[in-house]
């Protein structure tokens, strides 16, 4: 159930800023690591950089749309610079932590893209050395990342491989690319970006304190100013912001949460279910302050989430505060029938669902 609560510091910093969770320790500049792999999916395997060659280690993961977006481009590269430079693509941070039916999966995903993924293809192991070699001790933290090698062994760039790649490789070859210049900016680069990191930091610690104190003004009141620095944390701290601003400002809570849904969440099924849980839900401030709002809202959430069944269960539950209980009843069978019968089921999620099916089926007997 998406339920409003306060969300975790991790969360908070992730919605507001990439954070580097330690100081860089590989930089341009420096002797490339090791390849350390566990499996080639495709092509030739590759057991030293340098050496006199120039190599391109990208990395990626199945589940990565951006990756995907790249992978035609690399392969495009691969073909302008065949002989000239070596292009490995190392599939790394997979969710599957079982390497039985991880490898087998990232083989299968590389042989369906055919000819579009036409270079090197490397597995990292369950272990996630060259995830931790390469892109952690760098301190990049997004994928696809690209690693350009020189002929010496170092690394001459590390960049998105759709901004820049191309031109680069074709510097290093010739040998006109400035590596010392590329490590001066990319330093300078990662300052700015540490007192970046240091300022949303402190922000983001600020609300969480605040939370932690109980000091619910305080918390709206660092949300806001996060939320002036950051227009597009919105999103992320719109519900933190509802439920501190519930606990001392009833009416003024009801407005915020209106004004969401007209607005942040117009066109998030999520963040309109989590509006109109908030609403009807027993242990929230709001709770039961305008079932008519929340029908409403919930129906937009559950067509706009196409019948998702959690989004349905709130749904149901909005029907029911309103006193349309044939409605809530037949909301909550579908919902119900249709979480039991998915590919991921909760438990405890079912068992609350059921519970509330129960609730409607004899709304005379209900404590609730």
């Not at 293809?121 to 892109?135: L, R």
């Not at 994928?143 to 490789?169: C, N, Q, R, S, Y």
């Not at 044939?326 to 909301?331: P, Q, R, S």
Request: aromatic share 6%.
């Amino acid at each position: 159930m998406q339920k409003i609560q306060m969300l975790t510091l991790l969360t908070m910093v992730a919605a507001t800023a990439t954070s580097q969770t330690s100081p860089a320790t590989l930089h341009v500049g420096d002797p490339a690591p090791p390849l350390v792999i566990a499996k080639w999916a495709k092509g030739q395997p590759v057991t030293k950089l340098g050496g006199g060659n120039i190599d391109v280690v990208e990395f990626w993961a199945t589940w990565c749309g951006p990756c995907k977006i790249s992978i035609p481009h690399l392969t495009e590269l691969a073909k302008k610079y065949q002989g000239k430079a070596t292009f490995i693509g190392v599939d790394a941070f997979e969710r599957d932590p079982n390497a039985g039916t991880r490898y087998p999966m990232v083989e299968k995903f590389v042989a369906g893209m055919g000819d579009k993924m036409n270079y090197n293809v490397a597995i990292d192991g369950v272990d996630g050395t060259m995830g931790k070699t390469w892109m952690d001790a760098s301190g990049q933290e997004g994928i696809p990342t690209a690693f350009v090698v020189d002929k010496d062994g170092k690394i001459a760039w590390i960049g998105h491989p759709m901004m820049g790649l191309d031109e680069v490789v074709g510097k290093v070859i010739d040998g006109t690319f400035d590596a010392k210049a590329e490590a001066a900016k990319q330093a300078k680069e990662q300052e700015a970006e540490q007192a970046e990191q240091s300022k949303q930091q402190q922000m983001v610690k600020a609300i969480s304190d605040a939370h932690a104190a109980k000091n619910y003004k305080q918390e709206v009141a660092a949300i806001d100013k996060a939320l002036a620095a950051y227009p597009t944390a919105q999103a992320a701290l719109a519900s933190p912001r509802l439920t501190a601003l519930a606990k001392y400002d009833h009416a003024g809570a009801l407005k915020y949460a209106a004004q969401l849904t007209d607005t942040v969440f117009k066109d998030s099924a999520e963040g309109l279910n989590a509006v109109a849980w908030a609403i009807v839900e027993d242990d929230s401030p709001i709770n039961h302050s305008d079932p008519t709002f929340a029908v409403k809202i919930a129906e937009r959430a559950s067509k706009l989430s196409n019948g998702n069944p959690e989004i349905s269960d709130t749904l149901a539950l909005a029907y029911y505060r309103a006193h349309r209980v044939a409605d809530a009843l037949a909301t909550q069978k579908k919902a119900v029938a249709k979480y039991a019968a998915g590919s991921q089921v909760d438990p405890a999620t079912l068992k609350d669902m059921q519970g509330r099916l129960a609730m409607y089926q004899h709304p005379a007997t209900s404590t609730k």
